[in-house]
């Protein structure tokens, strides 16, 4: 067992502690924190699979933004303080046991394709020249340029004459400033709304 | 090459999507809901960078799985000021009271 | 191996000369970089503790700590851990015990892994990658995650209302200050920490002396070094923007509830974070390990030998002009922290929404068109003539040729 192999089992078993206590915890707060120890051992997890601008936005975007935006929505929104809402234990077992039969029915899918053999026809396919492991040679993983260049429109890892995502990216940044205007909105009209009210 | 073969990234991909699934169905606490789907789409990211590292997909799969994190965020913050909205409705938290509609 | 990125180096010395095994040798290549990352953490952050006390004390006509470890109490941050250490670890009936422990941790943990990022000298950081300052940035942004758990597990009213404000303020003046920190990331094309030293360095041109190319020089990058270190002291929680912990308000804000050495974490982490926040600065406008002389690069030269005894030399110059000008800032912060009267809560919003977002877009703005401004007037991308062109990465090149020159350069970076 080499260290790669070791350090992927840590995270690996972090990230579905995380997820399983996710849904075990009653107390919000304690799912919060379950959620954070998930969130960043699977960007560790894009680290080792070499991807370390996406690690990087993962933690910067969603453990540092989406979380704590989250644990900002159970401060704003808890009536009492530790609070607990409940599920029926009846519901928790019916819940576990489609868990997992859902979770065998992926992993049989996933254990039961040829990626190689699948790999090899994406290649012919899309007739892109590309080498047959992928982009990430284990030995680097700076994605920062290539990823950039895709985002422009270029795409010199793939020969230049793939598709690059400059339209998706323009209109990503649009979405992302109607949807801050959108919830700033949302947010504050109802309250002062509910305040006049209550001065009346 | 392969030091991790690519089904055991896709198995913890299904564990994330799966408890994600769950949260979402049991919790009846909106901000618990909302943890649901950051981890179900957290599993889809962790499939798209997986397949990016280890097919002939290349980078394609990264770039998707950055836009699915910006939209993870912009969802967060929508949904966020919906269940702030709710929460000054219904004064809880808990989506079983958000039953007006209810015939 | 991939992992380790800058473990790499370290490991194939150490695979050379001491053992086979390589698992072995990344192992303890690892731990020598954690031992050094930890004393660049812990160290500087005693000595700021004893700072503090003393240049408070001279500010106020005092003398501050004059006992321990004889004169000038230069050991007084010991005792004071000593004392801190010898406390019973406390937590309120109320609280949520295991976030009430667990979250110092995550703020320390937050504070020390963002120095992993820190190129110390030309070389010598503990991992090197191409997305150093969003890492380092993204790192430090999970600080704030440890502040708001300890705020809502300490079950009082005290330490929830710090750690809302403290989250709200970090969260806001994250966005400026990471507006800021990308004027000179825009400048020098890349986010590779020691390649933005590379980028200020240079040799004496005529009279010119190399320090003029540092970014602080730069009519855009020297505002945005300003607004930037403003921001960046409201991000650690320093006075006057202390509002998470004003005590005349609200007790001690987040820390209400806690002691001994749990607190002392807090602590470590806040002074730790103040020196990097310093230094990201000093690395980012006032070129980092460039001594601005010229005298680094000439002891290193063009010599590609890492343990050769002159690029050492010159590597030693470098940490130590490094730390010389983070010091220097974090006294800077010392010195405005006993200086001016706290904001209030509003006061301090307004301030970073209204005032310091804009002029932080402003000076993006400024930072991407001002070289193509210069470009059409004088015919060159920047003030000063530049000998070591071949370093100048943020070239500006008219569009017909920027396809043909971006496909050149990253059909070899795959490579």
């Keep these: 067992m080499n260290v790669e192999q070791l350090l992927f089992a840590l995270f690996a078993l972090l990230t579905c502690a ?94 039961s394709v040829d990626w190689d053999a699948n790999s090899d026809r994406i290649a012919r396919v899309t007739a892109v020249d590309v080498p047959p492991q992928g982009y ?40 992302l400033l109607v949807v801050l205007i959108g919830a700033a909105y949302l947010a504050r009209t109802k309250r002062r709304v509910s305040a006049d009210t209550q001065n009346k | 090459m392969d030091a991790v073969s690519l089904n055991y990234v896709l198995a913890i991909g299904a564990v994330l999507f799966v408890c994600g699934v769950i949260c979402m169905t049991t919790k009846r606490n909106g901000i618990g809901i909302l943890m ?68 | 191996m991939s992992l380790i990125l800058a473990a790499e180096s370290l490991a194939e010395i150490i695979r050379d000369t001491l053992t086979e095994c390589e698992s072995c040798s990344v192992a303890i290549a690892a731990i020598i970089h954690v031992a050094l990352v930890g004393a660049f953490f812990g160290l500087p952050a005693g000595i700021f503790i004893w700072a503090e006390r003393k240049v408070s004390a001279r500010i106020q006509d005092r003398l501050g700590p004059t006992r321990v470890g004889g004169r000038f109490g230069w050991l007084q941050s010991l005792a004071d851990g000593a004392k801190l250490v010898q406390k019973e670890d406390l937590a309120p009936a109320a609280a949520d015990k295991f976030l009430f422990r667990i979250a110092p941790y995550i703020v320390v943990i937050a504070s020390f892994a963002a120095f992993m990022f820190l190129p110390f ?62 004027v000179p990331i825009v400048m020098a094309g890349t986010l590779n920490l020691n390649e933005v030293i590379h980028y200020q360095s240079a040799d004496w041109i005529g009279v010119i002396p190399p320090f003029l190319h540092w970014n602080v020089f730069h009519p855009v990058a020297g505002p945005a070094f300003v607004v930037y270190f403003v921001c960046a002291t409201a991000s650690c929680k320093r006075a006057p923007f202390d509002l998470a912990e004003a005590e005349s308000e609200l007790v001690a804000g987040f820390l209400t509830e806690y002691s001994g050495m749990r607190w002392s974490f807090f602590f470590l982490a806040e002074y730790a974070s103040m020196f990097l926040v310093s230094a990201v600065a000093a690395i980012l406008f006032l070129g980092g390990w460039d001594d601005g002389f010229g005298i680094v690069r000439s002891l290193k030269g063009s010599s590609t030998d890492v343990l050769a005894p002159s690029v050492i030399l010159g590597n030693l110059i ?98």
């Design chain 1, 18 to 111: 995380g997820a399983i206590s996710v849904v075990i915890c009653q107390n919000v707060v304690r799912m919060a924190f379950s959620l954070i120890v998930c969130l960043a051992s699977v960007s560790a997890l894009f680290f080792l699979l070499s991807a370390d601008f996406v690690g990087a936005t993962q933690l910067m975007v969603y453990v540092g933004g989406t979380v704590v935006l989250l644990i900002f929505g159970v401060m704003l929104t808890s009536s009492s303080t530790l609070l607990q809402i409940r599920t029926s234990p009846a519901e928790g077992f019916l819940a576990a046991g489609i868990g997992v039969l859902f979770l065998a029915v992926f992993s049989f899918t996933a254990w």
């Design chain 1, 136 to 175: 990430n040679e284990a030995s680097s993983g700076n994605t920062v340029r290539p990823l950039a260049m895709a985002f422009v429109g270029l795409r010199p890892d793939k020969g230049g004459n793939a598709a690059g995502y400059l339209l998706p990216f323009e209109i990503i940044s649009v979405h």
């Design chain 2, 36 to 103: 649901g789907v950051e981890l179900v789409l957290n599993g889809a990211n962790l499939n798209f960078v997986a397949f990016s590292r280890y097919t002939s997909l290349g980078l394609d799969g990264q770039v998707v799985s950055l836009f699915v994190i910006v939209l993870a965020a912009a969802e967060a913050a929508v949904a966020l000021a919906i269940a702030l909205n709710f929460y000054n409705n219904h004064l809880t938290i808990d989506v079983d009271r958000g039953d007006e509609l209810h015939g």
């Design chain 3, 121 to 182: 000298t030309d070389g010598w950081s503990a991992v090197s990658l191409d997305v150093g300052l969003f890492l380092l940035f993204g790192m430090l942004s999970l600080e704030v995650l440890g502040v708001i758990l300890a705020g809502y597990a300490s079950a009082s009213k005290w330490a929830l209302f710090g750690g809302m404000r403290e989250a709200a303020q970090m969260v806001s003046y994250e966005i400026p200050m990471s507006i800021c920190a990308l």
């Design chain 3, 318 to 415: 470098g940490a130590a002009v490094l730390m010389a000008k983070a010091s220097k800032l974090v006294l800077l912060q010392i010195w405005v922290r006993w200086t001016l009267p706290r904001l209030r809560i509003d006061q301090v919003m307004t301030t970073c929404l209204k005032y310091l977002l804009p002029m932080a877009c402003a000076l993006f703005l400024a930072a991407v068109v001002y070289p193509i401004a210069l470009l059409v007037w004088t015919g060159r991308p920047q003030l000063l003539p530049r000998l070591n062109n071949e370093q100048v990465k943020a070239e500006v090149l008219t569009s017909s040729e920027v396809e043909v020159k971006v496909a050149a350069a990253d059909g070899e970076v795959i490579q």
